[in-house]
């Protein structure tokens, strides 16, 4: 355990207003819930219900064409009300409608003091058949593992710096003992070791978390991207090449642990709700029905406009439709007004209403301490890419951004696999893009170097 | 405004794909977010983006050369009056002076430059790029007052055409395009920009006020006499090391002065638009060359050799070279070591071509534009080491 803080020092906040405040409310109301395939990528779905079947809490609904052995189940009990398909009938996602009484399908159920010592292919086996596996992912090329393959070992991150992912502190509240159940059983996965790393200057810091057994727990301190995985594993035991590792969140643990506990999916939920678009008193987290419908959360809680609506967190997150569903490895909703408004000549502008990184703008020095009403404007036109070293001081890692994206945009993928692409994940140049005055699309850029170097082989 | 923007609003459609007038776009977007920010929204992550852009960015570069520019026009005017022996001139007079010798030539830049860009943006179909509100506007202020307007027009399309955009526009461009219009006047025109006449405007030659050379600095540095002082021999000249530094003397228009230099090198310092790592490497490699030179001056050697690294700042254009030129990102080198080292450099090679090189008085252009063609190699290296260093990161974790 190591006591010490890692001190990441190049980063920034960017002060988004609308952070979710810090108690559970419960909003278990929901017409129907959903089961969505499409967020794994690499998934191939094959339909296990059909429209009217009726399905407990758990059951399978859809299985996988190559990856043998993974479901997805049912998140609710209730009948199949629909099978939605998208583009060329691949399935969008199943819906069910809730019955009465929420029966769970007895899946594989664990004692709290055996998990630590149960096989490894029994830990397996359970993750697999409930769909919670593809709560993990895998680095390099961040997806959804192969279970046949160890990891070389396990990052649990416990840290947020990105507005606004759930606080793992905060959602532990009462699920102390399936947090430890879960780290448990994440030591069974891997033969090397479990780290855990949680935020040195925490708020209210649980002794749950602090004082998690069977694992190693290190501390991290500064601005945002210190909360991101890719800077704890590359200030722990970076990856090299050849290495697989497993990465998942904290609060997905807790998840896990409940699972192996309670013997079938947890029928809730946490999430964050926030981000400017969300009213100020509804600005906090909820408990919601697991796959639940995001249009039942979010009526009367949103201000009133054209808002757009993210899974995950605003620099990194993935606009989703509001009449979509809760995903399954989704711990926050954050909503962003959309902002079309043109302002006269802003390039003059002495800019008191303008937030930047930036000495370009008088609010740096008059609103050093202001929290910011950011819509989706991307105030300023695309404009030719520059090599200038910019990005370098927004990414905390032994890596230089600006030559990795050069080296990706010129398909050498062997120099971006040298500059340390492997190491890297789409969410780590959110940041890098949101200071970009070429309002470069820097994490789609990545994804594709990956995705690149991932079909080419090593 | 609502009114202005619903004027825009009409006529976008004529400029988009497929409107009569879509060819033109690129000159509408130009003009329609001058006016106003654009409304686009951000496409996926990041949803929130910084309010800086490239205009920003640009307008900032142009705001840190208004104080060379106006002393320029001051300057300018000011040389005028004196040499032409104008009776009564003064503040205003030579402010007002200098502004009809030397708008002329800035607004030629930007509207000959300003038809390329425009012209290689429909061609290319590429947006038009902000950064040549920089360079429209660096490229007068390193010529002297007297350039013939025609060689202005001919520098400037040199430059943007062949300086950048046959590289495939912004951001493609090895060398920076306003240096490397003034080098194509240079060797094309040498009589025009160079030597002892072309710094002050002489409206009648035989009214010339008496005991005026018109001789810069350098000239009278460099052709000090053997066995004498460069110090002294600038002294005889009228220039002190004060007079140098406050640039009220010939040269070109916008480099004479350190002090309005030193202002757009404190806005582009801290607004960080421009590279302090450059700035710093380049002073660092003028003093060690200067000092270098200083160990080599002997009584039989030119006494150029052993005049102060402080001289060497004052005189010339060492400092808005490496203020301005330097420090264009997309010419300059990227990493930070780089940029140590790329500093270094200009400033070493501008003392060495003064002092040692008798063809050229001054060395800054030469100097930035050699270093522009080695940047990349620099980058090269520094990126390399750099990966070295990253495996030996890497290494350094034990595996059990």
């Given at each position: 355990?190591?006591?010490?803080?890692?001190?990441?020092?190049?980063?920034?906040?960017?002060?988004?207003?609308?952070?979710?405040?810090?108690?559970?409310?419960?909003?278990?109301?929901?017409?129907?819930?959903?089961?969505?395939?499409?967020?794994?990528?690499?998934?191939?779905?094959r339909?296990?219900?059909?429209?009217?079947?009726y399905?407990?809490r758990?059951?399978?609904?859809?299985?996988?064409?190559?990856?043998?052995?993974?479901?997805?189940?049912?998140?609710?009990?209730?009948?199949?009300?629909?099978?939605?398909?998208?583009?060329?009938?691949?399935?969008?996602?199943?819906?069910?409608?809730?019955?009465?009484?929420?029966?769970?399908?007895?899946?594989?159920?664990?004692?709290?003091?055996?998990?630590?010592?149960?096989?490894r292919?029994?830990?397996?086996?359970?993750?697999?058949?409930?769909?919670?596996?593809?709560?993990?992912?895998?680095?390099?090329?961040?997806?959804?593992?192969?279970?046949?393959?160890?990891?070389?070992?396990?990052?649990?991150?416990?840290?947020?710096?990105?507005?606004?992912?759930?606080?793992?502190?905060?959602?532990?509240?009462?699920?102390?003992?399936?947090?430890?159940?879960?780290?448990?059983?994440?030591?069974?996965?891997?033969?090397?070791?479990?780290?855990?790393?949680?935020?040195?200057?925490?708020?209210?810091?649980?002794?749950?978390?602090?004082g998690?057994?069977?694992v190693?727990?290190?501390y991290?301190?500064?601005?945002h991207?210190?909360?991101?995985?890719?800077?704890?594993?590359?200030?722990?035991?970076?990856?090299?090449?050849?290495?697989?590792?497993?990465?998942?969140?904290?609060?997905?643990?807790?998840?896990?642990?409940?699972?192996?506990?309670?013997?079938?999916?947890?029928?809730?939920?946490?999430?964050?709700?926030?981000?400017?678009?969300?009213r100020?008193?509804?600005?906090?987290?909820?408990?919601?029905?697991?796959?639940g419908?995001?249009?039942?959360?979010?009526?009367?809680?949103?201000?009133?406009?054209?808002?757009?609506?993210?899974?995950?967190?605003?620099?990194?997150?993935?606009?989703?439709?509001?009449?979509?569903?809760l995903?399954?490895?989704?711990?926050?909703v954050?909503?962003?007004?959309?902002?079309?408004?043109?302002?006269?000549?802003?390039?003059?502008?002495?800019?008191?209403?303008?937030?930047?990184?930036?000495?370009?703008?008088v609010?740096?020095?008059?609103?050093?301490?202001?929290?910011?009403?950011?819509?989706?404007?991307?105030h300023?036109?695309?404009?030719?890419?520059?090599?200038?070293?910019?990005?370098?001081?927004?990414?905390?890692?032994?890596?230089?951004?600006?030559?990795?994206?050069?080296?990706?945009?010129?398909?050498?993928?062997?120099?971006?696999?040298?500059?340390?692409?492997?190491e890297?994940?789409?969410?780590?140049?959110?940041?890098?893009?949101?200071?970009?005055?070429?309002?470069m699309?820097?994490p789609?850029?990545?994804?594709?170097?990956?995705?690149?170097?991932?079909?080419?082989?090593? | 405004m609502?009114?202005?923007?619903?004027?825009?609003?009409?006529?976008?459609?004529?400029?988009?794909?497929?409107?009569?007038?879509?060819?033109?776009?690129?000159?509408?977007?130009?003009?329609?977010?001058?006016?106003?920010?654009?409304?686009?929204?951000?496409?996926?992550?990041?949803?929130?983006?910084?309010a800086?852009?490239?205009?920003?960015?640009?307008?900032t570069?142009?705001?840190?050369l208004?104080?060379?520019?106006?002393?320029?026009?001051f300057?300018?005017?000011?040389?005028?009056?004196?040499?032409?022996?104008?009776?009564?001139?003064?503040?205003?007079h030579?402010?007002?002076?200098?502004?009809?010798?030397?708008?002329?030539?800035?607004?030629?830049?930007?509207?000959?430059?300003?038809?390329?860009?425009?012209?290689?943006?429909?061609?290319?179909?590429?947006?038009i790029?902000?950064?040549?509100?920089?360079?429209?506007?660096?490229?007068?202020?390193?010529?002297?007052?007297?350039?013939?307007?025609?060689?202005?027009?001919?520098?400037?399309?040199?430059?943007?055409?062949i300086?950048?955009?046959?590289?495939?526009?912004?951001?493609?461009?090895?060398?920076?395009?306003?240096?490397?219009?003034?080098?194509?006047?240079?060797?094309?025109?040498?009589?025009?920009?160079?030597?002892?006449?072309?710094?002050?405007?002489?409206?009648?030659?035989?009214?010339?006020?008496?005991?005026?050379?018109?001789?810069?600095?350098?000239?009278?540095?460099?052709?000090?006499?053997?066995?004498?002082?460069?110090?002294?021999?600038?002294?005889?000249?009228?220039?002190?090391?004060?007079?140098?530094?406050?640039?009220?003397?010939?040269?070109?228009?916008?480099?004479?002065?350190l002090?309005?230099?030193?202002?757009?090198?404190?806005?582009?310092?801290?607004?960080?638009v421009?590279?302090?790592?450059?700035?710093?490497?380049?002073?660092?490699?003028?003093?060690?060359?200067?000092?270098?030179?200083?160990?080599?001056?002997?009584?039989?050697?030119?006494?150029?050799?052993?005049?102060?690294?402080?001289?060497?700042?004052?005189?010339?254009?060492?400092?808005?070279?490496?203020?301005?030129?330097?420090?264009?990102?997309?010419?300059?080198?990227?990493?930070?070591?780089?940029?140590?080292?790329?500093?270094?450099?200009?400033?070493?090679?501008i003392?060495?071509?003064?002092?040692?090189n008798?063809?050229?008085?001054?060395?800054?252009?030469?100097?930035?534009?050699?270093?522009?063609?080695?940047?990349?190699?620099?980058?090269?290296?520094?990126?390399?080491?750099?990966?070295?260093?990253?495996?030996?990161?890497?290494?350094s974790?034990?595996?059990?």
């Open positions: 355990m190591s006591a010490t803080p890692i001190r990441i020092r190049k980063g920034f906040d960017i002060r988004l207003a609308g952070s979710p405040e810090r108690v559970i409310v419960s909003a278990l109301e929901t017409p129907d819930v959903a089961v969505i395939p499409s967020e794994f990528p690499g998934f191939k779905p339909l296990l219900v059909k429209e009217g079947d399905v407990r758990g059951a399978p609904v859809i299985g996988d064409k190559t990856r043998t052995g993974l479901t997805l189940t049912a998140p609710a009990a209730g009948t199949v009300k629909a099978v939605v398909y998208g583009a060329r009938r691949s399935i969008e996602r199943v819906i069910i409608a809730p019955a009465a009484r929420d029966e769970a399908e007895s899946l594989d159920r664990f004692d709290a003091a055996a998990i630590a010592r149960a096989p292919e029994a830990i397996l086996q359970a993750l697999l058949k409930s769909g919670f596996f593809t709560l993990l992912r895998q680095r390099p090329f961040s997806k959804v593992p192969n279970p046949a393959a160890a990891p070389r070992a396990i990052f649990v991150n416990g840290m947020n710096t990105a507005p606004f992912l759930a606080d793992l502190h905060v959602v532990i509240a009462g699920q102390e003992a399936a947090f430890q159940a879960g780290l448990d059983a994440l030591t069974r996965l891997t033969d090397g070791k479990v780290h855990l790393c949680l935020d040195a200057d925490a708020f209210h810091p649980s002794p749950a978390a602090t998690a057994r069977n190693e727990i290190h991290f301190r500064g601005p991207p210190a909360g991101n995985t890719s800077v704890h594993i590359h200030h722990i035991d970076p990856i090299r090449p050849g290495d697989t590792v497993w990465t998942v969140r904290a609060t997905d643990v807790i998840r896990i642990g409940r699972l192996l506990l309670e013997g079938a999916p947890p029928a809730d939920q946490i999430v964050a709700l926030g981000g400017p678009g969300v100020v008193d509804h600005r906090r987290y909820y408990r919601a029905r697991a796959g419908a995001l249009a039942a959360l979010l009526k009367g809680r949103l201000y009133d406009g054209e808002n757009r609506v993210l899974n995950g967190d605003a620099l990194a997150g993935e606009a989703v439709a509001s009449e979509s569903y995903r399954l490895g989704q711990n926050a954050t909503v962003i007004p959309e902002d079309r408004d043109r302002h006269f000549m802003g390039w003059a502008m002495p800019g008191l209403g303008a937030f930047s990184h930036a000495n370009l703008f609010s740096k020095f008059l609103r050093p301490l202001r929290r910011w009403d950011h819509g989706t404007n991307r300023g036109s695309r404009r030719a890419m520059v090599v200038t070293g910019l990005y370098e001081r927004f990414l905390p890692m032994r890596i230089l951004p600006d030559f990795l994206i050069r080296a990706v945009l010129a398909h050498d993928t062997e120099e971006a696999v040298k500059l340390g692409l492997l890297t994940d789409p969410e780590d140049f959110a940041l890098c893009a949101f200071v970009c005055p070429s309002k699309d820097l789609a850029i990545i994804r594709r170097g990956l995705d690149e170097v991932e079909s080419e082989g090593l | 609502k009114f202005v923007l619903s004027i825009l609003d009409k006529f976008r459609p004529l400029f988009e794909p497929g409107g009569k007038l879509g060819r033109l776009f690129p000159l509408f977007e130009a003009g329609d977010t001058f006016l106003f920010t654009p409304a686009e929204v951000t496409e996926g992550a990041p949803h929130v983006r910084d800086v852009d490239i205009k920003r960015w640009m307008i570069v142009v705001a840190a208004a104080p060379c520019l106006l002393f320029g026009i300057n300018a005017g000011r040389q005028y009056n004196i040499a032409n022996a104008v009776a009564g001139a003064g503040f205003w030579h402010l007002g002076r200098g502004a009809l010798i030397v708008l002329p030539i800035v607004m030629v830049s930007y509207v000959v430059g300003g038809l390329w860009e425009v012209l290689f943006a429909i061609v290319r179909k590429h947006e790029n902000e950064g040549f509100l920089v360079t429209g506007l660096l490229f007068p202020l390193t010529l002297p007052p007297t350039i013939p307007l025609w060689q202005v027009a001919l520098g400037i399309s040199f430059g943007v055409v300086g950048k955009e046959i590289f495939g526009g912004t951001g493609f461009n090895v060398l920076n395009p306003a240096l490397t219009a003034r080098a194509f006047l240079f060797f094309a025109h040498a009589p025009q920009i160079t030597g002892d006449s072309v710094w002050t405007k002489i409206a009648d030659p035989s009214k010339v006020a008496e005991g005026f050379s018109g001789a810069t600095p350098l000239a009278v540095a460099a052709g000090a006499p053997k066995g004498g002082s460069v110090l002294t021999a600038l002294n005889e000249a009228g220039f002190t090391l004060k007079s140098m530094a406050i640039g009220l003397e010939g040269g070109s228009i916008g480099e004479t002065s002090i309005p230099v030193l202002i757009g090198a404190i806005v582009l310092i801290l607004t960080g421009g590279a302090w790592r450059i700035m710093a490497g380049g002073a660092l490699g003028l003093v060690g060359a200067a000092y270098l030179l200083n160990a080599l001056a002997g009584p039989d050697r030119s006494p150029f050799l052993a005049l102060p690294w402080y001289y060497h700042v004052a005189m010339g254009s060492f400092a808005f070279g490496i203020v301005f030129m330097a420090t264009d990102p997309v010419s300059a080198a990227a990493t930070n070591a780089g940029k140590w080292i790329y500093g270094f450099l200009i400033g070493a090679l003392i060495l071509i003064r002092v040692v008798p063809a050229f008085p001054e060395g800054v252009m030469l100097s930035i534009l050699f270093m522009n063609v080695m940047a990349p190699l620099v980058d090269y290296f520094v990126v390399r080491a750099h990966i070295r260093a990253r495996e030996r990161y890497l290494g974790f034990r595996r059990a």
